[in-house]
């Protein structure tokens, strides 16, 4: 297949649509069902790259949720804990504790489900029956894989009444070393960003404190690749070996922080037996349940456990989650790691990340205010990388 056409452009009215290579060779993915648009397939390309380099880099199987051409989450097969399990829905998904692909995405969907809502999901492996059933009860656009076996393909294609997006792509394809796109009638051409992470990347630790330990490494590598795919500005905690806070799209570093920092007190607190005991009535949907936990743990004229509209949520009247209690909470000792696309210019960064429990950060220095970033993070008593690299994606 040498062109694809599209349900659509960006928008309805931008059509006509299609893809094909600029060197006019075959398109290295199949559209096995659906009929995917223009944004799809920016989600699809962009998340594919992600898992596949994940998964090069920690030999695991790796899983991204993406949302308008930046993830909300990227993450590694690894098992997970029960307190997680209930706080991503997924303690129910026959098959998960023996799929590590399955757990990939269940960490990858789960970490941030307001914004996975409707999301493209990316994963690094063919994808099993198990991963599958978790795709289908999902509110999910499409997914791209190398493979899918027999039983998968069916439960997927069966999913939004057939029209569900799945698509295959060549694992082996190796794009050609420069790309380029057109705005406004003007093409820009550059090289691609083929830099590469690993472990021994993370060598050069700026900070009087010196320990990194290999899940830490793990962690700072899910972030920097995560961020590799985030349209920039980017910050990503991360830990456990997933993306648990991903600020995308900011103007200013802190604020991409702070957006980073809070998803991720979000993420720690749907943890908090307070929020998984919550008395939900039965037919609300996951879903509504997300939006219902995310008014539970912000700050709103009216709360949802207010007298007259608890009922609407709740089979009892559940008890406030107040301010102090959460910060109580988030003072646990957590060891996450940060990353970021570009240098800290300012130590404000540095002073949210530790609200958040951040113990090890990895960002490419070169700041004219690296000294005070430095001093910063001594004060905090975390370890940080210099990594020399930029990752800004655009």
Not at 159 to 167: A, D, E, L, W
Not at 202 to 211: A, C, F, R, S, Y
Not at 274 to 286: A, E, G, I
Not at 351 to 380: K, M, N, W
Request: charged share 25%; glycine share 6%.
């Amino acid at each position: 297949m040498q062109e694809c056409p599209l349900k659509y452009g960006c928008n309805p009215n931008q059509n006509p649509a299609r893809l094909d290579r600029a060197d006019g060779g075959e398109l290295p993915f199949t559209v096995v069902n659906g009929n995917p648009g223009y944004i799809n397939f920016l989600d699809a390309l962009n998340s594919w790259q992600l898992v596949r380099e994940l998964d090069e880099a920690t030999g695991m199987p790796a899983a991204a949720s993406f949302k308008h051409v930046s993830p909300t989450s990227a993450a590694l097969g690894l098992p997970l804990p029960d307190t997680l399990k209930r706080a991503c829905f997924v303690e129910d998904v026959d098959g998960l504790d023996d799929s590590p692909l399955a757990s990939a995405y269940a960490r990858a969907r789960g970490t941030d489900r307001l914004s996975s809502f409707g999301d493209w999901a990316a994963l690094s492996r063919p994808v099993d029956a198990a991963t599958a059933r978790l795709l289908r009860r999902e509110v999910s656009d499409g997914v791209i894989a190398p493979d899918y076996s027999e039983e998968a393909l069916a439960i997927l294609c069966e999913k939004k009444n057939g029209k569900y997006n799945v698509v295959s792509i060549d694992a082996s394809y190796v794009p050609n070393p420069l790309e380029s796109k057109e705005v406004f009638g003007i093409r820009f051409t550059q090289k691609r960003n083929d830099c590469r992470f690993s472990p021994e990347t993370l060598g050069d630790i700026v900070t009087q404190e010196k320990d990194l330990p290999s899940t830490a490494k793990r962690d700072l590598l899910v972030a920097l690749l995560t961020l590799k795919y985030t349209q920039s500005n980017s910050v990503c905690f991360a830990v456990d070996g997933q993306a648990i806070g991903v600020g995308a799209g900011q103007q200013s570093r802190i604020h991409c922080t702070r957006l980073a920092g809070d998803k991720a007190d979000t993420w720690r607190l749907r943890q908090s037996e307070r929020v998984l005991s919550l008395p939900f009535r039965s037919d609300l949907t996951r879903a509504a349940r997300d939006n219902v936990i995310d008014q539970y743990l912000h700050d709103y004229e009216e709360d949802v456990t207010a007298e007259g509209r608890w009922q609407l949520y709740f089979t009892s009247r559940p008890l406030p989650f107040t301010k102090e209690e959460r910060a109580a909470y988030l003072r646990q000792e957590a060891r996450l790691s940060l990353a970021s696309d570009a240098f800290f210019p300012f130590a404000d960064n540095i002073l949210r990340a530790a609200q958040s429990g951040v113990r090890y950060i990895a960002q490419p220095g070169g700041s004219t205010r690296d000294d005070a970033v430095r001093e910063q993070a001594d004060a905090c008593g975390m370890t940080m990388v210099f990594t020399h690299q930029r990752l800004f994606h655009h």
